[in-house]
């Protein structure tokens, strides 16, 4: 006597090929990514100074959160000169860190945008729109001789290239994993 379980028989599926998943794991970054790529940033996103500034100090992002980098850009700019906001967004802070005025805005979707040596008539809650001048350069920097504003990015808490916001950065080019190439050498052909 045969006796059936009134549960239904799993199917299984068949696994994707590895190089399957990386390339579905890349397309659904790069969706994700889209509504704040280099391209549709820049359409929202201007610079915080004008005209277009020199980038005198590169984005260098830590190994680790905790460890040294250089979390933001250095513009070059005189001292005096208006900052401006890059995006629409609300004063989050205004105040000293360290020995040096800084400013900060949240511009939502968990963006925020801060500058240094920034001093500001702003308080925190203060709305500002795209291009409102929201500080003048003035106080200690970093770029030793020469003057800079500081401008860092924040997405979610992680520092990110703020270039990518104005559509300053070259376009990312994805290369073959070397895994992946010899895997398929690997393989008879099917000629």
């Known amino acids: 006597m045969l006796i059936r379980s009134a549960r239904p028989r799993r199917v299984r599926r068949p696994r994707r090929p590895r190089a399957g998943r990386a390339a579905a794991l890349v397309l659904s970054f790069a969706l994700g990514a889209a509504a704040l790529s280099p391209g549709s940033a820049a359409q929202q996103w201007a610079w915080p100074l004008a005209p277009r500034p020199a980038v005198v100090g590169d984005w260098v992002p830590p190994a680790q959160r905790w460890a040294r980098g250089h979390r933001g850009v250095d513009l070059e700019a005189a001292p005096g000169a208006t900052v401006r906001a890059p995006a629409a967004g609300t004063v989050s802070f205004v105040g000293f860190v360290v020995d040096r005025p800084v400013l900060t805005l949240d511009h939502g979707r968990g963006l925020r945008s801060s500058f240094e040596p920034v001093e500001s008539a702003l308080v925190a809650g203060d709305r500002v729109h795209r291009g ?60």
């Not at 003057?147 to 070259?170: E, T």
């Open 132 to 191: 409102q001048v929201v500080g003048v350069l003035r106080g200690r920097d970093h770029c030793g001789p020469g003057s800079c504003l500081h401008w860092g990015v924040r997405r979610d808490g992680d520092y990110v290239n703020p270039l990518g916001f104005v559509g300053a950065l070259d376009p990312s080019v994805l290369l073959p994993v070397p895994g992946e190439r010899l895997r398929a050498r690997a393989q008879p052909s099917s000629s």
